[in-house]
């Protein structure tokens, strides 16, 4: 027995020594290498499977923003050439397209995801092979929080979270609401869970709370309960392709409160599915499709018509982690991994579709513009901004929108919460 | 109580759908013992289908909902259906007729994944609007509501029940039907034709698939190519839960799946329907083998 | 000429000090290349997922294709295994390493010695949720038993979902990265020599017999009921391995919708491609089907601007190997059984020879679905 004992000992112990590493000196390899031929960028999205139609928006949104820098003759005197791999919405498959991006293709920086889940199984791969990745529009904390080579363009749940509690608790003067939250999703588990943190806090009351899975076709069950509750606002922090079945289901059973929600509700196809279940309804987003504003005006213009379609936010967001990582690039005067990180982390000021992008030392945008949008008539209508960079002043596009909207005494002013 | 009545009525609604999907998964197996896994991605195309007809006839028959654009667009998405479901049994299944049975199952989980990928290559990933090809009305029953489109559900998947239920067991093709799903090469040498029996098994399959595409277009009219794949995992375990092979067992099933996840769907443990109907079938097969209505064979020496 | 001594486990042992002499020069290779070569990395990490889809095929293997029990849960089994053994870095052992000074001798010692206890923590705790999905097996056969199993994976999912501890939607993250090539492939080669050894042994024997004829074993004194049990506590311990290498293996983020059904079907699709029962046949299709949809990838470069095919070709590819071998590449056979034979090895008996006992009767078959 006893010799059994150092027998096995031995054996594990010689193969925990096998287990070591290697020592490989990490050479920090440069991207694309010379200064001659394209800047290659990668890009990751979900091209096909469940959450399909945000990496395809995200996606003409950077294609849009690169064939026009290219065809104002690139950065440095160099194209840029985009590298797109499809996920499949998987996280696993993002790790694996990463990777194949960074090493295979070389490329110099990485642009994806909308879904926080694929972000995160992404985001350790570039931060180890050293390759600065830009999350357009992943609103998960955590994705930052991986390491420095890790940025996003738009603001985190909790903001959202916070301004639409605020909003509709203190500009609204609504009390009671209800929340129906996609279990399956991390973006609307956050979302609801800051959302419901500051509604209570600010004296609000949270009088039923069910929840769906993404994909779900039936939510009668969840909706009769919290029809029973009474609210005044139903909080459906869900994806624009189970809202617009959340809403008609509601109507029919008889619910008449508005529906409210983030960002995720954003899509042309959300007024094509929910039709008139959804006039009344509200949702934060990070900029309005149309404000008045020439920068708007013009990518709306750009993107119509070269797809045909009204862009998204997503398509926005992904339309400005293009460009200001292509200015990175034209201010780091090359591609090395560490110096375009340093390049994108002093970003400051850059005018962007979605609001001035500054990054703060966390690599998040300090104080992005947030939009409340209100469906009347099929339409999108501007009814709030939360512009923290904006101050107290009253925001210029909020004063031309109808007279509900002007009490903007609530605006969050506080960057702190953008941290 | 109103909400008690609400949610099973909910419930009700949700299983007809389950229910005539699992028609399809309950005649195929009763014949084949082959569990198609590609039924649910059938399903798929019918309501595809089923949204290019409903629009292409808005477009030409003019925009109002009417019987005929219903009617046309049904009947439409049955033929491709019931091609589809021919040509799948033709090149995928009958080739491994006298391999063992698991490799017709990977070749079901291949055309399975075929017609996903596939529909989303051919369609696109994105979702649609399905057309409203009859007019929506909300019915009021003191409180209780509920939609014309529900009660067609209903209505279509009790009459379709009944209707297999007739075919197997009233006519002479049902009766060869049984024996092909008794003992197939008893069946054959007794002069029945196989091939053709199993055919149009598939084929009957494959168009109730295609009606549970349109009515679940209309009823839930949000489609994609992704669809298939839930509604087609609980219709089966619907399936299972009646007893598979058992006509009025997979109706049977397919309710009691609808109303338990409206149950739960509406109680504080809303949170965990998706497995509901998984912990009901364990439940339900611990205690009964072969499922509610299934016969107990034990095995044969 | 003999090369290697007739005792079996002397054998094994031989073998195994080799293969892990073999693994370690190529993972030095690997990872000196990787410095030279970036493209390695990317290759690297596909030859590591494929070391674990080999685990999980081989194990896979055990319960479908030699116990003739068809399970329809391996992903949840892995999902148990990698939250499992995941849960326990994170909270307990990530820490403690963290406190011994990078690139220290001692970190990297304890490092390996904690994933080395995780993996065996995940193997356990999947043993133990394979010993509860093997109590119905009892009872239920064929497809009955294979959409319990499923409906068990799914429930683990929606079980993980909801659990806040290990992160719920958000997923599992801050995982410390600590396998790799190395333990990977040690363990695909540890998994391959147990099922190896499981099929001579006269538990495997066992297995076979209720495979091919549960009453007739029963008849024959073989203990039906504990052998089924028994196939799924190892074959899902093994899943467990596998999801435990899978967790700590970069990215090292864990999500829900890692494990669903979807990735069961795909491991099911590896073991009857291969040939139910045949290990080196699971092994073989685990490579092919690892590698198809990555090699895939190249496919939309030949028309751009188009939406990629890749997943489409790789599902008529599916369909079309199935077809072409019904039976699985290697039907029950085994890679050596198609070298010429030496007359030393191993005695024949109880080797299936393959195609001929594939072609089952349809009514009163065995419950091999």
Not at chain 2, 146 to 170: E, H, K, P, R, S
Not at chain 3, 305 to 330: A, C, E, K, N
Request: with cysteine; net charge neutral.
């Amino acid at each position: 027995m006893k010799k059994f004992l150092t027998i096995t000992t031995t054996a594990i112990l010689s193969l925990v020594l096998f287990g070591c590493p290697p020592k490989t000196t990490e050479t920090a390899t440069t991207g694309t290498g010379g200064t001659e031929g394209d800047i290659v960028v990668g890009e990751y999205g979900s091209l096909t499977g469940a959450e399909a139609t945000f990496g395809q928006s995200t996606h003409n949104g950077i294609m849009l923003a690169m064939d026009e820098i290219n065809g104002a003759g690139g950065v440095n005197g160099r194209k840029v050439r985009v590298i797109t791999e499809d996920d499949q919405s998987k996280a696993e498959e993002a790790a694996s397209a990463v990777q194949k991006l960074i090493s295979q293709n070389n490329v110099v920086a990485v642009l994806g995801e909308v879904a926080s889940s694929n972000s995160l199984a992404a985001a350790p791969i570039c931060q180890s092979n050293q390759r600065p990745m830009i999350t357009p529009s992943s609103t998960n904390e955590k994705v930052t929080q991986v390491g420095d080579y890790i940025f996003r363009m738009c603001f985190i749940d909790p903001y959202q979270g916070e301004a639409m509690a605020n909003y509709i608790y203190k500009t609204l003067k609504l009390t009671k609401a209800a929340i129906l939250v996609d279990v399956k999703s991390d973006y609307s588990t956050g979302l609801a869970a800051n959302f419901e943190r500051t509604f209570v806090a600010n004296g609000g009351r949270i009088v039923g709370k069910q929840s769906y899975a993404k994909g779900d076709s039936d939510f009668r069950a969840q909706l009769t309960t919290l029809k029973g509750t009474n609210p005044d606002v139903l909080f459906v922090p869900g994806y624009y392709n189970d809202i617009g079945q959340i809403a008609i289901q509601a109507r029919d059973l008889g619910m008449k409160q508005p529906l409210a929600g983030g960002d995720g509700w954003e899509s042309p196809k959300l007024i094509e599915i929910g039709g008139k279940a959804l006039e009344g309804s509200f949702y934060s987003n990070h900029y309005h499709v149309d404000d008045p504003s020439p920068a708007v005006r013009e990518f709306v213009q750009k993107y119509q018509a070269r797809f045909g379609a009204q862009p998204d936010s997503l398509a926005a967001l992904g339309y400005d982690s293009a460009r200001v990582l292509v200015d990175a690039i034209k201010r780091a005067g090359t591609t090395d991994g560490a110096k375009l990180r340093d390049a994108i982390a002093q970003t400051k000021d850059f005018s962007g579709v979605t609001g001035n992008i500054t990054l703060g030392p966390d690599r998040n945008p300090i104080g992005k513009k947030l939009v409340v949008l209100q469906i009347q008539n099929g339409k999108l209508a501007l009814k709030d901004v939360v512009d923290p960079m904006a101050g107290s002043a009253p925001p210029a596009a909020a004063a031309t929108t109808t007279a509900a909207a002007t009490d903007t005494t609530d605006t969050v002013t506080s960057t702190a919460r953008t941290q | 109580m109103q909400t008690l009545l609400q949610n099973l009525l909910n419930g009700i609604a949700a299983g007809s759908i389950y229910a005539l999907i699992a028609l399809g998964y309950t005649m195929v197996y009763g014949i084949l013992k082959l569990i198609n896994f590609a039924h649910g991605d059938v399903f798929m195309i019918g309501s595809f289908v089923g949204f290019y007809a409903g629009n292409y006839l808005a477009k030409h028959n003019g925009d109002a909902p009417s019987a005929v654009n219903a009617a046309i667009a049904m009947l439409l998405a049955m033929i491709v259906c019931a091609l589809l479901g021919f040509l799948n049994e033709r090149i995928a299944y009958r080739p491994l007729r006298n391999a063992p049975r698991i490799a017709s199952l990977i070749t079901a989980i291949g055309v399975s994944f075929l017609l996903e990928y596939g529909g989303q290559f051919v369609f696109g990933p994105d979702p649609k609007f399905f057309p409203t090809l009859i007019e929506k009305n909300v019915i009021n029953f003191g409180g209780v509501v509920t939609t014309n489109y529900q009660l067609i559900v209903l209505g279509v998947a009790v009459v379709f029940m009944g209707l297999l239920q007739y075919i197997v067991y009233g006519t002479k093709f049902g009766r060869a039907m049984r024996a092909v799903s008794f003992n197939f090469e008893t069946a054959s040498l007794m002069g029945i034709p196989t091939d053709r029996v199993i055919s149009t098994t598939f084929i009957i399959g494959s168009v109730l698939a295609a009606v549970a595409g349109i009515l679940y277009g209309l009823s839930y009219p949000k489609i994609d190519p992704l669809m298939g794949i839930m509604p087609g995992l609980k219709a089966f375990v619907a399936a299972v839960l009646g007893g598979i092979g058992n006509v009025p067992g997979a109706v049977v099933g397919g309710l009691i799946i609808g109303i338990v996840e409206a149950f739960v769907g509406g109680s504080q443990f809303s949170n965990w329907r998706d497995a509901i109907a998984f912990i009901i079938l364990i439940v339900i097969l611990l205690f009964r083998p072969s499922g509610l209505f299934g016969k107990y064979e034990p095995e044969k020496v | 000429m003999r090369l290697l001594p007739r005792t079996w486990w002397l054998r094994d042992l031989i073998l195994l000090v080799l293969y892990i002499g073999v693994i370690y020069l190529a993972w030095i290779a690997l990872e000196y290349g990787a410095v030279y070569w970036p493209v390695m990395r990317y290759y690297n990490r596909i030859i590591v997922l494929l070391g674990i889809n080999v685990i999980l095929a081989v194990s896979l293997n055990i319960i479908n294709g030699h116990a003739g029990q068809f399970s329809l849960g391996h992903a949840g089994f892995m999902a148990i295994g990698a939250y499992g053994a995941a849960y326990l870095t994170v909270t307990w052992f990530g820490p403690f390493v963290n406190k011994f000074p990078p690139e220290s001798v001692q970190r990297i010692v304890w490092q390996n010695v904690f994933l080395l206890l995780a993996i065996g923590v995940g193997a356990i705790v999947s043993a133990i949720a394979g010993y509860i999905v093997g109590l119905p097996s009892l009872r239920l056969r064929g497809d009955y038993l294979a959409i319990v199993t499923l409906g068990f994976g799914e429930i683990i999912r929606v079980v993980i979902l909801n659990v806040e501890a290990v992160g719920a939607a958000r997923g599992l993250t801050g995982i410390p990265a600590w396998s790799n090539f190395f333990w990977v492939f040690f363990f695909a080669g540890l998994t391959i020599l147990i099922s190896h050894r499981l099929v001579m042994s006269s538990v495997g024997r066992a297995f076979l017999a209720v495979r091919e004829d549960q009453i007739a074993a029963e008849a024959m004194g073989v203990d039906t009921t504990k052998y089924k049990v028994k196939a799924f506590i190892i074959g899902s311990c093994l899943a467990g391995v596998a999801g435990a290498l899978f967790a700590h293996y970069s990215p090292a983020y864990l999500n829900p919708t890692m494990f669903t059904f979807i990735k069961s079907f795909e491991v099911v699709a590896m073991v009857v491609l291969g040939g139910l029962g045949s290990i080196t046949g699971s092994i073989i299709a685990a490579i092919i089907l690892t590698i198809l949809p990555e090699g895939l990838r190249y496919v939309k470069d030949i028309y751009p601007g188009m939406r990629d095919p890749r997943m489409v070709i790789y599902s008529i590819m599916l369909i079309v190997l199935m077809l072409t071998r019904p039976q699985g590449l290697f039907g029950r056979r085994e890679l050596w059984d198609f070298l010429p034979k030496r007359k030393d090895t191993i005695p024949k008996e109880g080797r299936d020879e393959g195609d001929s006992g594939d072609k089952l009767d349809r009514d009163s078959g065995p419950p091999v679905t």
